[in-house]
């Protein structure tokens, strides 16, 4: 009961008390269009419903965010080559199941061999974005606009330039469900990913260490923390999570679509981070928040199709919601507001 | 004699940049000679058909010097060109008008960036992040389907042949004789071209540029309006941005929402590889035309090649991005011993 009481404390805590804000204020929102937007239903044993479509939706995001979170924390920058990595791993994870061919109806390799393979393509790209960061001191967005742009490439490469079908039913599974559990896949997924992060980082120093590295590198490695090494591990790390989250979209439409797979989620997942009250600057962070953040996000982004914007378009109210979100960060714009305070009160008192 | 130091580094990476320009060019004719690689007329196209990225990377180039950096210009460059398709075509506006719109909305979209960056003191790649899918979206809110622009003044603009016939002509089967041709787009990307080269080098703006890029601390205890300077770059760039659209538009002659994607990443390639320093405070315009040269050599080679697929260009530019970009990084280092 105690731990109760302070679990609630610590949500109501500044912190995290915007970011939730946020999404029940999105969730609410659509109240007024979609009277029906809580409601649960069970078709064929899974649940239903625009809620349970916000959750599952959001597990890919969620598992971005995770990776985008440790990034930013550590090194001040974000890793915009995510959305690219995504496709390269389900293009991987694709072309092993398949064999090489175009489309197939059972396993030409071993469902694991693609998995491990995807997974480790994905933390191949972040090794190749860490190694030009912490080793070449590159700013990471330069960086990682090499696979951002390069990524999708190479997926395509990997396919052919062609959509590799997998249409075996233990394939979707990862992206739907599994039979006799009513909840989507992905969401144990992205719970699964968000735990493990959560006791690393707790359980070891990671986190602190993460933590120390990014509000100042210099004086963590004169501290002799190996600040290059946290940051590589960083986009490893990031690189593995946007490897996962490939499998699961990629097993979504059960097929490798380079083009499609990730698009624009690069923008969601710092659009997660900023709105869990992540400073992009670098330093202290929090993984619940970007957790909660993605999950805004998606609800967004669904009540935003649900009001028939299309898919396209939405980029337009995401980027201007980013625009926002940075500005108030901003300290510049704390000093301004407080400077034309100030001179409203001096010219008070002169008149 | 410690300055002279430094300026043989600079020189050096745009050498490196021009070499290998030209090792690529003859490779290009050994290789593909029976394909008549070596026609003058394959080298202008490099111009012609970069004609818009070479405006676009001599804004990119002013943007870097400061430090700053733009990833929205693929996306303006669609905006660009689905607003003049859509404003001709869908609303029967005349080119003129159409054109003065467009640069205004560019300039006012440098404006906005600009302001974000200098004086909220955001990060240019996070600002410039989200006008890059703001444009983009935007491009998709006037229009989901493709427009081809059949606008007669426009298409003038387009297609009007300018003859270099000190290039000497080629009789073909007709008996009619062709020359080596530019398009005027080639001519008002040159003169932007030199323009933005004398404003870098002669001009009190443009030296306040390198200063702000060379070091802001020090520039502003110099007494140099660094908000400004940096505010008023994202405004040129903006402008060039729009200018570099509308060049590229007269190529395709269409707006659509996929259009010049990767485009950012063109720009900033060409900078870098034509030796713009990411950490700013050093480069040149005309590195950055080399750049943009190189670029469209490989992509000539994939035409020419025949076989490969067009990914290959992306893939390519990335690889050398990052091979120059390493290159940058060890120059850094040097330095610092």
Redesign the interface.
Known sequence: MNKLIVFVKKLTGTRLFLPLFCLVLVLLSNLIKTPTFFQVTIKNGVLYGYIIDVINRASDLVILSVGMTMVVAASG??D?SVGAVMSVAGAVCCYILAGGLQTVNEFQNPYILGVLAAVFAGMLCGCFNGF?VAK????P???T??????GR??A??ITR?QITYIRVESYKMLGASIPGIPVPTPVFVALLVVILTYVLLKKTTLGLYIQTVGINSRASRLMGIKSSRIIFLSYVFCGLCAGVSGLVASSRIYSADANNIGL?LE?DA?LAVALGGNS??GGKFSLLGSVIGAYTIQALSTTLYAMGV?P?????????V??II??LQ????KK?AKRYQTGREVGKKVA | MKNRGKTDGKIFLLMITIALFVTMYIAGIIIFNSKGFAKPQVFLNLFISNAGLIVIAAGMTMVMITGGIDISVGSVVALTCMMLAWMMEVKGIGAVPALLTVLVIGIFFGLVQGFFIAYLKIQPFIVTLAGMFFARGMTAIISQEMISVKNELFLKWAKSKINLTFLGGTVNKKGVVNYPFLYPSVIIALVVLVLVFVALKYTKFGRTIYAVGGNEQSALMMGLNVKRTKLLVYVINGFLCALGGFLFCLNTCAGFVEQAKGFEMEAIASAVIGGTLLSGGVGNVFGSLFGVLIKGTIETFITFQGTLSSWWTKITIAALLAFFILLQSLFAKAKEK
């Open positions: 920058g974000t915009i030009l070449m001191k590159i700013q967005m330069v960086a606009l090499i696979l951002f742009t390069a490439g190479m395509q490469l330039g624009n923008l710092i992009l600057g299309s396209d378009q939405i980029p337009v109210y995401k980027a201007i980013v625009v940075v500005a901003s300290t510049e714009l301004m």
